[in-house]
């Protein structure tokens, strides 16, 4: 299993203003996931980051609203950027289980509210 | 269109009752299956999931699902549930001829005493 770590766990913002989330990976993987989940709401896809290339985004999402980074293997970032209410969600970081497509291991998530 | 349902939005149990979460989806192939639980201010954690084979599979904390292909469908079951079990719970989709994981909208699990 791979633990992942998100920070922050949980923020509140104010309108306008951008967030960068961290996520740390105790394993080297290959690709990272970033998920969105609005207020009752199931998990949407934002992009998937790569090491050493560009994150590809869903259908939805701009890399001018969310920037992602991938420095190496172990660690991504997710900036939430020009915030809104409507930005208030949980935002999960996610790996995939080495070799084994579609099973993937989560963090606990940070979730923003802004106001 | 690919897609993953989950019928209920809502379930409620008896602790000791038994427990049955439907899934449906629509895919071309046989898709990867999964069952994904997320505990109250926690993250997700996988239960079980299905690729291939005996199609009864068992996950962890005492569940297991069935995969039915002539139902399109991948319910979950516990044959007798426990008040920790109460969380929301996602059916998922990994389809062959794509990269992600496509999840339900999620069944929200009460355990009443």
């Known amino acids: 299993s791979a633990v992942i770590s998100q920070k922050p766990s949980r923020d509140i913002c104010q309108r306008g203003t951008s967030l960068t989330i961290q996520c740390q990976v105790d394993s080297q993987v290959t690709m990272m996931f970033w998920y969105r989940q609005q207020p009752g709401q199931s998990l949407t896809l934002i992009a998937t980051a790569n090491q050493g290339s560009e994150a590809t985004y869903e259908s939805g999402f701009v890399i001018d609203k969310f920037p992602i980074s991938r420095p190496n293997l172990t660690f991504s970032t997710l900036t939430v950027s020009n915030m809104s209410p409507e930005d208030s969600s949980i935002y999960l970081c996610?790996?995939?289980?080495?070799?084994?497509?579609?099973?993937?291991?989560f963090g606990e998530g940070s979730r923003l509210t802004v106001l | 269109a690919q897609s993953v349902t989950q019928p209920d939005i809502h379930i409620t149990v008896s602790e000791g009752a038994s427990l049955e979460l439907r899934c449906n989806y629509s895919y071309g192939a046989t898709p990867y299956l999964f069952w994904y639980v997320q505990s109250p201010g926690q993250g997700l954690q996988l239960l079980l999931k299905?690729?291939?084979?005996?199609?009864l599979v068992q996950g962890i904390k005492g569940f297991e699902a069935e995969f039915k292909r002539s139902q399109s469908s991948f319910n979950l079951r516990k044959p007798s549930v426990h008040w920790s079990d109460a969380a929301e719970y996602f059916c998922?989709?990994?389809?062959?001829?794509?990269?992600?994981?496509?999840f339900g909208k999620g069944t929200s699990l009460l355990v009443t005493p």
């Open positions: 998922a989709v990994f389809s062959s001829s794509g990269y992600a994981l496509n």
């Open positions: 996610s790996v995939e289980r080495s070799g084994v497509s579609g099973e993937l291991f």
């Open positions: 299905y690729f291939s084979g005996d199609t």
